[in-house]
């Protein structure tokens, strides 16, 4: 095999595996789709200014969180089980690993960024 169909990993190269998965539980008003796609289009306006959106996995009392940026993934058509409830799991584009950095404690903030209730 030749580089093109083979990838070769070498130390000191990071690979981010390219996507990082979400998965949220639907519920009746079907308000994590209607809050993604307005994260998706948040995210290309920021997108022409040069910005990103940041995926945070924070940590409760742990003053250190794992940073991404990342480009939000489109909603998919979730899997349906009988008794149980409906999960989404989207799967984001990673742009670039930020790594550990200070945390940001999240707070109930809606996407246009007024307080959610």
């Given at each position: 095999?030749?580089?093109?169909?083979?990838?070769?990993?070498?130390?000191?190269?990071?690979?981010?595996?390219?996507?990082?998965?979400?998965?949220?539980?639907?519920?009746?008003?079907?308000?994590?789709?209607?809050?993604?796609?307005?994260?998706?289009?948040?995210?290309?306006?920021?997108?022409s200014e040069g910005k990103a959106v940041w995926l945070e996995k924070w940590y409760p009392d742990m003053?250190?969180?794992?940073?991404?940026t990342i480009e939000p993934g489109e909603l998919p058509d979730p899997d349906l089980s009988v008794a149980?409830?409906?999960?989404?799991?989207?799967?984001?584009?990673?742009?670039?690993?930020?790594?550990?950095?200070?945390?940001?404690?999240?707070?109930?903030?809606?996407?246009?960024?007024?307080?959610?209730?």
């Amino acid at each position: 095999m030749d580089e093109t169909s083979y990838r070769r990993y070498r130390a000191g190269l990071g690979d981010s595996g390219g996507t990082k998965s979400l998965t949220f539980f639907l519920d009746n008003e079907a308000g994590i789709i209607n809050d993604w796609k307005e994260l998706q289009t948040l995210a290309k306006a920021a997108a022409s200014e040069g910005k990103a959106v940041w995926l945070e996995k924070w940590y409760p009392d742990m003053p250190l969180a794992y940073f991404s940026t990342i480009e939000p993934g489109e909603l998919p058509d979730p899997d349906l089980s009988v008794a149980s409830a409906v999960e989404m799991e989207i799967n984001n584009v990673v742009n670039e690993d930020k790594g550990w950095l200070e945390a940001v404690e999240p707070t109930a903030v809606a996407l246009n960024g007024s307080t959610g209730a």
